[in-house]
């Protein structure tokens, strides 16, 4: 149990989530007797769900930061329907069109952070009029028609890596980028828990982590293989690959960056933060922003899949962006999340959607469980607040071996926390 | 202890060797209090002596089973598991911030989850009837349909009582009821108890008041560093004022401060003319033309009631964090500077630590190595991207130093004592290197073992020849730790003591009143 723990670097919420998402796939693996984990599938998983994965990895930071953005659908149908006609009537090349939706997206962004920043306006009725507002000028623009966009332009959104190199049977850079990501994690490893016993921290015996590299990277490499191995022509997604440059980009700036410690301190307590020095006005624009320029990004992968944007493109997305985010560990009242709690947070409604229409379950009951889902999932990270930050494990091994007493004064200390924190 | 009932005078309550214990540290250890039916009586004792602890053990804030030794009330053990609990035996607390709701009425306020219910319907007829007569009780002549936002503090502690006298009250607390109570509303509320206490009525008061408790406390117990020091009856052993200070200090001023040789250097901060208006109200300024100056090495004190002005001086010169600015000037090395923003001020070496540390101070989310290096993540950074190791390394080393007691510094802050959050936020601001350093009230909610520590570091970081400027409420703390104290009274500097001239007396006469010292 201690083991377990120290395998996931104590984060237990992190690894309820990772380990709600391996036996959600494994249920589904089972009953759908093998057409979950096939490579068409999982390659349409990525494809399907990347736009929305993105905009969690907005999402996550506005809400990080104390705010919530309710107009991401809109911007990104709103964006998707401008570059399509950039590129249609003015006959702009796709790229020049994608740089084109990037800059309109930062300057909506820039609109929104204005407001909430600048004025103060609760993020809440500034997204929610710009849900309005972005979602009529796609229709305005676009005369509520739908708009293809060229073949080069879907690249963004369903395309594959070029293959290359020797014939093996496998795709190449599918291959390569797997063997990259497992180098790269191996690396990574060593050189933390260096770092960590040169400054006389502890570390976790070495079984553990070579345990826990096994297990990582055995998962990537099962990926790897189910990506490389689809029918011909196929590889792992370019929307997957954007995607994971932007986990790489978000988390590192989330997590190890100056600015990222910023939002967390002004969701955490802004006016400590303004106390300590923080800017907070800079942040929450700049958190604002972002959001929108992902909108954007988002809205044009999705056009790129679609092979077109339409009037309703977009629609209830700012939700699936805020389930995934929940779901992912964050909390309401900000100072909480983190960036690949909500990809993962993300990858489980998604592979929830995936495997019971996989199942022949209708739409109806889809979104009954999909509710269901959510509201457990924060429940029971409001439960282990509650009970003192117990684990997962140590939950189901409650009622065996010695009882666990919680102390008064950490639950009185608790609520303190949570009724910020939750 | 068999004593129940052998007495003259029965006991309504006795608590038994109470300790409780927070993490880091020992709030109550082995505490008894016996409280006789029908008497008034007070708990006496410092900020942070445990009193108010006390008091929610009581009262089931802290369940059964989260402190050890027994509480006795009406001769039987009880098992408290929170507070509606303790309220259906007849105990009800009043706390000091007034658990009213301000756009209720009185009377829904004094019914407020205890409506008088016909088949689930609210009978307001009854309700009216009985809160007429309950406002009776406490001397209250205000309509019960008045908003409670609209009577005064004095009124609202009266509906709070007749709150209280609703749920059929045996032991009343009333935790410092008078502190916000001006001399007429204070005396009106005394006289209050002792009519419930002519109606069989026991309570029990907390105050820091001495004068009030001399005058209508029959016993008074003192509580001291957690431990119970002494039960003294007001009559049988003539006890006055100087005899309660006797018992709640324990111990010479002077032990409470390490010793110090202050190295007084040339003047390293001044402030000029400083005016600033209220962020809300326009026309009414809180700070009024302050001049003042802080020399190297020197620790200058601030005294002043509360809303005088104090916290809204520092916040204004630090980085104009509070109020609207209207003029003045910031001096530093004899050079002036421009303090527009927080960031500003830190950069040119000024330091803040509020008096609300868990509201303005820290992220409580946070842990402790992220709080130690949120003011300056600038210097354990690299093109922005900040270095845990360095991080964990600072944390690790101002751990050591100030001694900080906690597991390891990836410890949350939420989980530490008072004591111990403060030298996490000095360590914040010491890890800013600042040449100039406010420290506002830096001992509050801390025990006495942590103060010591505490003021321990101020001083030595005057030593090293920083500036240090302390505002605090406590006068001895002042006395026992300051060069210098400068006095202020709405707004207005009214004066400055040195060290040797500077006595509570003296102090308290210019915080007092408006009179200008040339």
Redesign the interface.
């Known amino acids: 149990m201690n083991a377990l723990k120290k395998l996931f670097g104590g984060n237990t919420r992190q690894f309820g989530m990772i380990f709600a998402l391996v036996a959600l796939i494994v249920f589904f693996e089972i009953f759908t007797e093998g057409r979950t984990l096939t490579s068409g599938n999982v390659i349409n998983l990525f494809n399907g769900n990347s736009y929305i994965l993105i905009l969690a990895i907005g999402m996550v930071l506005v809400i990080i930061a104390g705010h919530i953005d309710l107009s991401v659908g809109s911007v990104a149908a709103f964006v998707g329907v401008c570059v399509s006609l950039f590129i249609r009537d003015w006959g702009l090349p796709w790229y020049i069109g994608v740089l084109m939706g990037l800059g309109l997206g930062v300057l909506i962004g820039a609109w929104q952070g204005f407001w909430v920043a600048y004025v103060g306006i609760p993020a809440f009725i500034v997204t929610l009029s710009g849900m309005l507002i972005f979602r009529g000028a796609n229709q305005f623009v676009g005369k509520s028609n739908t708009i293809p966009v060229p073949a080069d332009f879907q690249y963004i959104g369903s395309g594959y890596l070029a293959e290359f190199g020797p014939k093996t049977g496998y795709n190449n850079p599918t291959m390569l980028i797997g063997l990259l990501a497992v180098a790269f994690v191996i690396f990574s490893e060593i050189r933390s828990r260096r770092?960590a016993k040169?400054?006389?921290?502890?570390v976790p015996e070495a079984w553990v982590m070579v345990l826990k590299l096994v297990l990582v990277c055995g998962a990537i490499l099962y990926a790897t293989y189910l990506f490389a191995t689809g029918r011909p022509g196929t590889s792992f997604p370019v929307p997957g690959l954007i995607l994971a440059v932007l986990i790489i980009v978000y988390g590192f700036i989330s997590s190890?960056?100056?600015?990222?410690?910023?939002i967390?301190?002004v969701g955490?307590?802004r006016?400590?933060?303004?106390?300590?020095?923080v800017?907070s006005k800079k942040v929450n624009f700049l958190v604002m922003m972002n959001m929108s320029f992902l909108a954007g990004l988002a809205g044009m992968i999705f056009v790129g899949r679609s092979t077109a944007s339409g009037p309703f493109d977009g629609v209830g997305w700012e939700l699936d962006a805020i389930a995934a985010v929940f779901i992912g560990g964050a909390a309401v009242t900000g100072?909480?999340g983190t960036v690949i709690g909500s990809i993962i947070g993300g990858l489980v409604m998604a592979v929830l959607n995936n495997g019971l229409q996989l199942l022949g379950v209708g739409a109806d009951l889809t979104q009954i469980i999909k509710g269901l889902v959510l509201l457990i999932a924060v429940a029971f990270d409001v439960y282990n607040k509650t009970q003192g930050k117990k684990s997962i494990v140590g939950m189901l091994m409650k009622n065996f071996g010695r009882s666990s007493e919680i102390?008064?004064?950490?639950t009185?200390?608790?609520k303190?926390?949570i009724s910020?924190?939750i | 202890m068999t004593s129940l009932n052998t007495h003259s005078d029965p006991l309504i309550l006795e608590m038994r060797s109470i300790t409780k214990?927070?993490?880091g540290v020992k709030a109550l250890a082995d505490v008894s209090l016996r409280v006789k039916a029908g008497e008034i009586h007070a708990i006496c004792g410092e900020n942070g002596a445990g009193k108010s602890t006390l008091m929610k053990v009581l009262s089931g804030v802290?369940?059964y089973?989260?402190?050890t030794g027994d509480i006795v009330y009406q001769n039987e053990v009880q098992e408290f598991k929170d507070i509606r609990a303790s309220e259906h035996a007849g105990i009800v607390i009043i706390h000091q911030e007034l658990a009213l709701i301000p756009e209720l009425s009185i009377m829904e306020n004094i019914f407020l989850g205890n409506e008088p219910t016909k088949r689930g319907v609210i009978n307001w007829a009854e309700a009216r009837t009985r809160s007429t007569e309950l406002l009776a009780r406490v001397g209250l002549r205000e309509d019960p349909d008045t908003p409670i936002k609209e009577i005064g503090v004095g009124k609202q502690q009266l509906v709070e009582i007749a709150k209280a006298l609703n749920k059929s009250v045996k032991l009343l607390i009333l935790d410092e009821p008078t502190a916000a109570l001006n001399e007429s509303d204070s005396q009106h509320l005394l006289d209050l108890m002792l009519g419930l206490k002519g109606r069989g009525i026991t309570s029990i008061i907390i105050s820091h008041k001495l004068n009030e408790i001399e005058q209508i406390a029959d016993e008074i117990t003192i509580i001291r560093d957690g431990k119970s020091i002494e039960t003294l009856n007001v009559k049988a052993d003539g006890v006055d004022e100087d005899r309660i200070i006797k018992g709640m200090v324990g111990r010479t001023l002077e032990s409470r401060f390490p010793d110090h040789e202050p190295k007084i250097g040339e003047v390293l901060f001044e402030v000029k003319n400083w005016n600033v208006g209220h962020p809300q109200i326009q026309d009414r300024l809180v700070c009024k033309n302050s001049n003042f100056f802080v020399r190297r090495g020197e620790i200058v004190g601030f005294a002043g009631l509360m809303g005088a002005g104090r916290t809204e001086l520092a916040r204004s010169v630090?980085?104009r964090?509070y109020g609207r600015f209207i003029s003045g000037h910031v001096y530093k090395d004899g050079k002036e500077l421009q303090l527009r923003?927080?960031?500003q001020?830190?950069?040119a070496g000024l330091g803040?630590v509020?008096e609300d540390r868990k509201?303005?101070?820290?992220?409580?989310?946070?842990d402790i190595k992220?709080t130690t290096v949120?003011?300056n993540?600038?210097k354990i950074?690299k093109n922005?991207?900040?270095d845990?190791?360095k991080e964990?390394?600072v944390a690790?080393e101002y751990r050591k130093s100030l001694r900080t007691k906690t597991p390891?510094v990836e410890e949350?802050v939420?989980?530490l004592s008072g004591g111990n959050q403060q030298k996490v936020v000095l360590a914040?601001w010491m890890f800013t290197d600042p040449d100039v350093l406010i420290l506002d009230e830096p001992t509050r909610g801390i025990d006495v073992g942590a103060k010591y520590e505490i003021y321990g570091i101020i001083q030595k970081l005057a030593n090293e020849g920083k500036a240090v400027i302390v505002i605090s409420s406590e006068l001895p703390e002042l006395l026992g730790l300051s060069d210098r104290i400068y006095t202020i009274f709405e707004g207005a500097i009214t004066g400055v003591l040195n060290k040797d001239e500077a006595s509570q007396e003296s102090l308290m006469k210019l915080m007092t009143s408006a009179r200008k010292t040339a």
Do not use: C, M, W
Request: hydrophobic share 35%; charged share 20%; aromatic share 10%.
């Open positions: 770092n040169k400054l006389g921290a502890e190890k960056t100056v600015i990222g410690r910023h967390y301190a955490g307590n006016h400590a933060a303004e106390l300590s020095g800017q100072g909480v102390k008064a004064d950490e009185t200390q608790t303190e926390v910020r924190g | 214990e927070f993490p802290y369940p089973g989260t402190y630090f980085g964090s923003s927080v960031r001020a830190i950069d803040y509020t509201s303005l101070g820290l992220n409580l989310l946070d992220a949120s003011a993540l600038r950074s922005f991207v900040v845990a190791n964990y390394a690790e390891s949350g939420a989980k914040k």
